[in-house]
Nanobody, 125 residues
Framework: QVQLVESGGGLVQPGDSLRVSCAAS????????MGWFRQAPGKGREFVAA????????YYADSVKSRFTISRDMAKSTVYLQMNNLEPDDTAVYYC??????????????????WGQGTQVTVSS
């Protein structure tokens, strides 16, 4: 079965950088989008970034576009989210997800069929 396992979260200070990873297994992800979403306490799940597994096209939320970079290593079957210049508002549980590629729904969490367990990112001084 499909497994998405996130790692790399932690406690950092404002302005710091952090990279979270998502190890994906269980199927051929060709033709899929791999996404990162986040959920802060008391808030809904929010789209952060996504990447086409095959073509590498990237999508970002406006709030992170200039600070975060999504990438994938097909040989390692791993998706990364590099987060720079972190802010306290970036504090959330970060989830990796997979969905059949559809650029019109890439930001829609309900379109994603597989989810990881999440990794906590806390930005605080």
């Amino acid at each position: 079965q499909v497994q998405l396992v996130e790692s790399g979260g932690g406690l950092v200070q404002p302005g710091d950088s952090l990279r979270v990873s998502c190890a994906a297994s269980g199927r051929d992800f060709s033709g899929y989008h791999m996404g990162w979403f986040r959920q802060a306490p008391g808030k809904g799940r929010e789209f952060v970034a996504a990447i086409g597994w095959s073509g590498g096209t990237t999508y970002y939320a406006d709030s992170v576009k200039s600070r975060f970079t999504i990438s994938r290593d097909m040989a390692k079957s791993t998706v990364y989210l590099q987060m720079n210049n972190l802010e306290p508002d970036d504090t959330a549980v970060y989830y990796c997800a997979a969905a059949p590629a559809n650029k019109r729904r890439v930001r829609d969490s309900s379109w994603y069929v597989n989810w990881g367990q999440g990794t906590q990112v806390t930005v605080s001084s």
